[in-house]
């Protein structure tokens, strides 16, 4: 959009008139066509001055701001007119000749224009353009048609405008905005009288204005304003000796109390301070007189009500001055006042004295109905604590145990507070303390253990409490706790002192009814202090040489309760139990009956001095004296030291093995070997020696290491050049042996790797551990500090291979194999950390 569209040139009409032209022109067009073209030049007074600077010599070729004609802007200012409305002749007429003008452009067009003196040198465009511009000015300075024709033209277009404001939530015939407070006719103009200035003739403002601004105009009150205080200046035109019209004040008696509460509030002025006191005021401006230094006081509290000074006194007429009965009548006014504001002040607190009373009635009526709900609570508490046999009941009058139980509990339930504030719970142990004596003094624990249990559990539920924490028998002790220290625990001492330890069924059977029942602190002294010592000098009386009941039948079933606080006992039964065994021999098993118990009792350090020192020097002496003869075999001795394998840790039944068995026992093998022996019968003779281990001896590494070179020997042996030749077939049959042998072990220690992956397994899923065979080995190799890294690009058969420190291995369906001279060879995973360390 060319530059004309959004300012427009301004033309001056023949009046001196300036309106903005605002159609398209040559140089629009040659703009919007050549947009490339050379452009004018802006002058240095243009640059300066803008839209106010002298026009040029290309003035009608661009749009500006400049008229045809410099103005002289130092001419003086006219007021333009707000706009009169004409008389309907007058637009009619005027309407008239602009369609003749517009039906004479239309016919003849190239017609000159009508016979006009300021109008026949005018070329027809500039005619043209006069008219339009005369509209426009009969339009919008002073033909508004009160709303007529607006927005004609929305019927040659979509009606887009209106669209839109009917989706924003415009209806029609209502103002704009959220709540439709706009205007809906437009704004109005009001027809001046004459031609002056805005606000020469008052206001202006419309019917319409009043209606959509109803605001009170300040300039009138402004105006009324200023003419009430144009002529406070002048004197009174009556003189001093006219005639005023008097103004009295009235002041009400609420505005009385307001005063009183504002002024002199904490100071009460008496009847001496409103006598006769002439004070003359010099700090002001002018002299002030006041009759009371009350007045003086409070001359800043209400600025209008002053005491009127001597200048006003003087100013009043000379006719009337009574300057004593004035005095006396403010003397009078003020005492009222006095009296008005002390009244109020006494009424007002004695308002505030009958609210206090009542709300200090109202509390202690509440106070008095609560002392009323105590006391006669406390009179139900004293009928029902008067239950209670006292010490002048006979005996067998006063209630039973189970009665005073159910005394406690409706006092606990239904007198809480009462029970907890007079501390009732101390008097069960006086009430209950007979009652349960004489209940328990024919009971007999090892007879019947559960006598009395649930009066004692009744009694626990209802005297013991968890705020107090009792560690032992003193003074502020827990009713419950006191019960049972002061009668069961007497009645068990008696028991315990004249119970026999051996007899131990019935007392453990009674600690463990009764447990559960006794605080932490009375079952350890009970423990600790009445059985604990009763099994010390039972200990101490035992032989087991001679008494025929073992001592663990009656030591072993207080482990449960006792637990730890049987350690003082074990070294004397080790000592006992060592002395015994001086003389055994490996033949008398009763040994290992008596000592099989204790091995899980002891701890495993102690268990296995004991072994080493009493067990293992008997059982190497026996193995000395084993003789093996292939031909005539006697295996007793042989089957006294193998049924202590679960007595002995397998490190210290090896090491006895290897010492005093494997030794002879190969070397009758090599003597055999070596005077042309029958090979089925070496054969038979290696498989029956072997069958005499368990599996798990056969598991560990030594005693495997011994079977495996029993079988090297054997293949030596028939490789020799005499054994081989003399018997057919034996280097074959020792051959598929030893193979077997091998396979075997080589099953027994996978399936054994495989059961240890998977509980790895099971326990990594919990514990985040190996969850595969790899990271066994994994896991394994971090143990025994072994590199194990897989290599790259280096396959067998599709594997991935592996270093496992020095040796190459690979994995296929949780079995390792490792790089032999010439083959892939199958191991354990024991056989391989060996082979790597």
């Not at 224009?113 to 070329?123: D, F, K, L, V």
């Not at 350890?524 to 008494?547: A, C, F, H, Y």
């Not at 001592?551 to 006992?569: F, G, M, N, V």
């Amino acid at each position: 959009m060319s530059m004309s569209h959004l300012y427009g040139r301004r033309e001056e009409e023949e009046d001196g008139v300036e309106i903005e032209s605002f159609e398209v022109t040559e140089w629009d067009l040659a703009n919007e066509f050549n947009p490339e073209r050379r452009r004018h030049r802006q002058t240095k007074d243009q640059a300066t001055y803008g839209i106010w600077a002298d026009k040029d010599s290309d003035e009608d070729e661009r749009p500006s701001f400049g008229g045809k004609r410099s103005k002289d802007y130092t001419a003086p200012v006219s007021f333009v007119s707000a706009g009169l409305r004409k008389s309907a002749d007058e637009e009619k007429q005027q309407q008239k000749g602009e369609e003749d003008s517009n039906d004479s452009d239309d016919d003849a067009p190239s017609a000159p224009a009508a016979p006009s003196p300021p109008r026949s040198t005018a070329p027809k465009k500039l005619q043209m353009q006069t008219n339009f511009r005369k509209n426009q000015g009969q339009r919008f300075a002073g033909g508004i048609q009160s709303g007529q024709g607006i927005g004609n033209w929305e019927k040659h277009t979509k009606g887009i405008g209106q669209k839109l404001l009917q989706k924003m939530g415009y209806q029609p015939g209502k103002g704009l905005g959220k709540n439709a407070q706009g205007i809906i006719n437009p704004i109005e103009a009001k027809l001046r009288k004459g031609k002056g200035a805005v606000g020469a003739y008052g206001n202006e403002r419309t019917k319409q204005s009043l209606t959509d601004f109803p605001v009170v105009d300040s300039e009138e009150e402004e105006e009324k304003e200023f003419q009430k205080e144009l002529g406070q200046w002048r004197k009174d035109p009556a003189g001093p000796l006219g005639k005023k019209k008097p103004k009295y004040s009235f002041r009400t008696v609420d505005e009385l109390k307001a005063k009183g509460k504002l002024v002199g509030r904490s100071t009460t002025v008496s009847a001496g301070e409103l006598a006769q006191v002439k004070v003359i005021d010099m700090t002001g401006r002018e002299k002030k007189v006041y009759y009371s230094y009350s007045q003086m006081s409070n001359k800043h509290s209400v600025p209008d009500e002053a005491p009127p000074s001597l200048s006003t006194r003087d100013q009043k007429g000379t006719g009337f001055a009574l300057p004593e009965l004035e005095h006396n009548l403010q003397l009078l006014i003020d005492l009222t006042e006095q009296d008005i504001l002390q009244s109020a002040r006494r009424l007002q607190h004695e308002k505030d004295v009958v609210v206090s009373l009542s709300h200090e009635s109202r509390a202690l009526q509440t106070r008095l109905d609560a002392e009323q709900d105590s006391i006669q609570k406390m009179e139900a508490v004293l009928a029902l604590v008067e239950r209670f046999p006292s010490g002048e009941t006979a005996p067998g009058e006063g209630p039973t145990l189970q009665e005073c139980a159910r005394i406690f509990e409706t006092l606990q339930t239904q007198y809480y507070e009462e029970y907890k504030t007079m501390g009732l719970s101390d008097l069960a142990v006086a009430v209950i303390h007979p009652l349960l004596k004489e209940k328990l003094c024919s009971w007999d624990p090892l007879k019947d253990s559960s006598y009395c249990l649930e009066d004692i559990g009744q009694w626990r539920a209802i005297l013991e409490t968890r705020e107090l924490h009792s560690s032992g028998p003193d003074s502020n002790m827990d009713p419950y706790h006191r019960v049972l220290w002061e009668v069961w625990i007497p009645v068990m001492r008696t028991c315990v002192s004249h119970w026999q330890p051996r007899m131990v069924g019935a007392m453990v059977d009674c600690v463990e009814v009764w447990a559960p029942l006794l605080p932490p602190w009375i079952l350890d002294s009970l423990l600790e202090q009445l059985i604990l010592p009763r099994l010390q000098r039972e200990v101490d009386n035992w032989n087991p040489l001679t008494d025929t009941v073992p001592i663990h039948s009656w030591i072993h079933p207080w482990l449960p309760l006792l637990q730890s606080r049987l350690e003082p006992l074990y070294p004397p039964i080790r000592s006992k139990l060592s002395n015994a065994l001086q003389r055994w021999h490996p033949s008398d098993t009763s040994a290992r009956l008596i000592l099989h118990p204790w091995k899980d009792v002891f701890t495993p350090g102690a268990w296995e001095a004991f072994m080493v020192k009493n067990i293992i020097p008997k059982l190497a002496l026996c193995l000395e004296e084993l003789v093996i003869n292939p031909h005539q075999q006697q295996m007793e001795p042989f089957h006294w030291v193998m049924d202590w394998e679960g007595m002995l840790s397998p490190s210290s039944l090896v090491s006895l093995l290897d010492k005093n068995f494997f030794t002879k026992w190969l070397q009758v093998l090599c003597s055999w070997l070596s005077n042309s022996p029958n090979y089925e019968e070496i054969t038979k003779w290696y498989l029956g020696w072997k069958s005499m281990f368990s599996d798990v001896l056969l598991a560990l590494p030594l005693i495997k290491e011994k079977f495996n070179e029993a079988l090297d020997i054997m293949n030596r042996a028939v490789s020799s050049g005499m054994g081989g030749y003399m018997q057919p077939g034996a280097r074959e049959n020792i051959a598929y042996l030893t193979q077997t042998e091998r396979r075997k072990d080589f099953q027994y220690e996978a399936m054994q790797e495989r059961r240890d992956a998977e509980s790895v397994a099971h326990r990594g899923i919990s514990t985040g551990g190996p969850t595969n065979f790899k990271d066994l080995i994994q896991t394994k190799a971090e143990e025994n500090n072994i590199v194990f890294m897989p290599l790259v690009a280096k396959r067998h058969e599709g594997k991935q291979l592996y270093t496992f420190g020095r040796i190459v291995i690979y994995i296929d369906r949780g079995v390792v194999f490792v790089q032999g001279e010439k083959t892939w060879v199958p191991t354990s995973l024991q056989s391989l950390i060996d082979m790597a360390k």
